[in-house]
Nanobody, 122 residues
């Protein structure tokens, strides 16, 4: 079992940056692919970014087209933490961001954090 706790959300102006963190409990963090998803008001939850296990493919990454080139996902297995660096933020990035563990491809796994709100003001 994995428990996930996100932090780092907040209010930022257009063009600004935020870094989200997701701290995971448990000794098996390094064995999970980790992902970030987001859900805007009135919309379905959507894939944002993913990073594989380091042992699987060297921690390869994948991004939704809407964030490619602006967001960077990374992980620190020693700290059981995954990060999402978000730059050049846009109003359409406003959403609750969720950390996820155990997914396959762009599909989510069964472990979710509680979410952290990101609001981008124009």
């Amino acid at each position: 079992q994995v428990q996930l706790v996100e932090s780092g959300g907040g209010l930022v102006r257009v063009g600004g940056s935020l870094r989200l963190s997701c701290a995971a409990s448990g000794r098996t963090f390094s064995s999970y692919a980790m992902g970030w998803f987001r859900q805007a008001p009135g919309k379905e939850r959507e894939f944002v970014a993913r990073i594989t296990r380091i042992s699987w493919s060297g921690g390869s990454t994948d991004y939704a087209d809407s964030v490619k080139g602006r967001f960077t996902i990374s992980r620190d297995n020693a700290k059981n933490t995954v990060y999402l660096q978000m730059n050049s933020l846009k109003p359409e990035d406003t959403a609750v961001y969720y950390c996820n563990a155990g997914g396959v491809g762009r599909l989510s796994g069964i472990y979710w954090g509680q979410g952290t709100q990101v609001t981008v003001s124009s």
